[in-house]
């Protein structure tokens, strides 16, 4: 069975910094692509970041020079370094696991975990 588990999320003033995990089991992980998707009240779930199983990243346009995500295939996690924090950033963040390999599309979902972007 495929789990993708997060942590590392809470409650943090503007300005402040937070560091996401996602620890992945029954994948392959080191050939999967990876990324970080958030949904805020009342809005669709967003791109964050992601980084392909080479180790090319992506950031939306929002978090560039902000957030930086990094994997690490030996312990089967990747990581989402959050820094100056805003409120904007507030939201559930998901950890998301995706491969296209022989015509046949796998893609898993973390449960997702709250990040709190408040004075």
């Known amino acids: 069975q495929v789990k993708l588990v997060e942590s590392g999320g809470g409650l943090v003033q503007p300005g402040g910094s937070l560091r996401l995990s996602c620890a992945a089991s029954g994948i392959i992980f080191s050939i999967y692509n990876m990324g970080w998707y958030r949904q805020a009240p009342g809005k669709q779930r967003e791109l964050v970041a992601t980084?392909?199983?080479?180790?090319?990243?992506n950031y939306a346009d929002s978090v560039k020079g902000r957030f930086t995500i990094s994997r690490d295939n030996a312990k089967n996690t990747v990581y989402l370094q959050m820094n100056s924090l805003k409120p904007e950033h507030t939201a559930v963040y998901y950890c998301n696991a995706k491969l296209i390999r022989l015509g046949q599309e796998y893609n898993y979902w973390g449960q997702g975990t709250q990040v709190t972007v408040s004075s």
């Open positions: 980084i392909t199983s080479g180790g090319t990243t």
